[in-house]
C-alpha cells in the first residue's frame, strides 16, 4: 500500500500464520534461550505447561503480516520503535496467528515535507480469537515534496 491510501480508524487483517514447534524451537535456541521456550519437558512442568514462543518472535510474525499486507511496494523505510507492546496471551505450536491492523493517525511530518509518519496498532490474535499481541508501531515513509496535504 501507498502511504496516501492509509486512512483512520481503517482496518487491515493478513494471516494466518502457522507457527511450528521448530520454528519456535529454532529461535528460542537463537534469540530467546530460555528453558519454557527450549526445553519442552522442563516447559511441560512449568507455569504454561507447555512450550510457548518468545514474544520478539511473536513480534517478528506481526511484522512478516504487516509487511505482506500494507508495507510491501510502500514507501516505507523504517521505524522509531513502538509506544507499547504487550503479549496477552501465549502462543504455542500449532497456533494459526492472524493479524489486525487498526491505522490510529497517517500525517506529513510537520518539520520535514518528504516524510509520512503512519501510527497503526497492531494486534495478533490465535486460532480461537484469543488476542496474543497488542502493539502500537509508528511507520516511517518517504515521500515526494510534490504530494500534498495529509494522508
Avoid at 534461550?33 to 507447555?50: E, I, L, M, S, V
Avoid at 490510529?104 to 484469543?130: C, D, K, M, V, Y
Wanted: net charge negative.
Amino acid at each position: 500500500m501507498k502511504f496516501a491510501e492509509f486512512r483512520a480508524g481503517q482496518v487491515i487483517e493478513a494471516g494466518p500464520y502457522l507457527v511450528t514447534e521448530e520454528e519456535l524451537l529454532r529461535f528460542a535456541e537463537v534469540y530467546d534461550p530460555q528453558w519454557f521456550h527450549t526445553d519442552k519437558a522442563a516447559a511441560d512442568k512449568g507455569r504454561f505447561q507447555g512450550l510457548i514462543a518468545s514474544g520478539w518472535q511473536t513480534c517478528g510474525i506481526a511484522m512478516r503480516l504487516a509487511a505482506q499486507a500494507a508495507l510491501h511496494d510502500s514507501e516505507s523505510f523504517a521505524s522509531p520503535g513502538a509506544s507499547y507492546v504487550k503479549w496477552t496471551n501465549p502462543v504455542r505450536p500449532g497456533d494459526q496467528l492472524s493479524l489486525k491492523a487498526t491505522v490510529i493517525e497517517p500525517r506529513r511530518s510537520r518539520t520535514q515535507a518528504t516524510l509520512g509518519l503512519l501510527r497503526w496498532r497492531w494486534q495478533l490474535f490465535n486460532q480461537h480469537g484469543a488476542e496474543v499481541l497488542d502493539l502500537e508501531v509508528t511507520s516511517l515513509f518517504a515521500l515526494p515534496a510534490s504530494a500534498g496535504g495529509e494522508g
